[in-house]
């Protein structure tokens, strides 16, 4: 009785390492599909828009993504029927199977951050034939003139509603945000009514935001002060709701969220 009962002990902490990496391991999978999603887009961007080629890197990484993200999903068939079986080795050699996977997609995922994702096609300084390679600050504007492109495409929808671009500090987002910005400023007939630039900052202050965004479609009003930041918000969206605007926020630490009291 008593070699049973621990002989039970033993396969649940066993199943419980496994069920509980076996989680670790979908979301991080789950995580990296994305983000393979994402740098999928960014390449057809460049090839179909900029007439550009994937580099060799990222075409490898994909591969790579595509290849350890199927195999991960196997191991979630093959935790489910281990954790059926009843054997303590099986369930053990499939803990120890699911976290060498894990370890894997995590290496992968972080190898899956590209700043450049493409690079020109052309005849220029070769004489060969295999095309331009640019690189360094060249490289990196290409790729962010490639973004600012995305940006205004959707920024001149009809539908569109909120853009978010996001990524590790200096990576451009910036200077996106200004190209598209300074785009909309010397195209007169942008068919915006106002263009406005906030500077949000890691210290989110709701309330700087609503005054700078006063001044800056002119709102006069002596008693504006004296407002709750829900009164502000009111007032600011009686003015844009019967206007077309580009409202532009830039180092966003957290959600900003200006109807608030709305």
Not at 55 to 75: C, F, G, H, P
Request: net charge positive; glycine share 10%.
């Amino acid at each position: 009785m008593g070699k049973d009962f621990k002989s039970l002990v033993t396969r649940c902490i066993y199943v419980g390492k496994m069920n509980d990496n076996a989680k670790k391991l979908k979301i991080a999978t789950e995580e990296l599909k994305d983000l393979g999603s994402n740098v999928m887009k960014r390449v057809k961007i460049c090839e179909e828009q900029q007439q550009m080629k994937r580099l060799d890197k990222v075409q490898s990484w994909l591969r790579q993504a595509d290849t350890v993200i199927k195999e991960a999903e196997e191991y979630f068939l093959m935790s489910s029927s281990s954790s059926s079986s009843g054997l303590i080795s099986s369930s053990h050699k499939m803990e120890k199977k699911i976290c060498k996977k894990l370890k894997e997609v995590q290496e992968v995922k972080s190898r899956g951050m590209f700043e450049v994702v493409a690079e020109s096609i052309g005849g220029i300084g070769g004489g060969g034939g295999g095309g331009l390679t640019v690189k360094d600050s060249d490289e990196q504007t290409i790729g962010l003139e490639a973004v600012s492109g995305l940006v205004w495409r959707c920024l001149t929808m009809d539908n569109t509603g909120i853009i978010g671009l996001y990524g590790v500090e200096g990576v451009g987002k910036t200077t996106v945000l200004t190209q598209v910005n300074n785009r909309l400023l010397q195209q007169k007939a942008n068919g915006f009514d106002f263009v406005l630039w906030v500077f949000v900052s890691k210290n989110l202050n709701l309330e700087k935001i609503q005054d700078t965004i006063r001044e800056k479609i002119g709102f006069l009003d002596r008693t504006w002060t004296s407002k709750s930041e829900e009164e502000k918000a009111a007032k600011i969206f009686e003015i844009l709701s019967k206007r077309r605007f580009a409202l532009f926020l830039d180092d966003v630490w957290e959600k900003v969220d200006l109807g608030k009291g709305l």
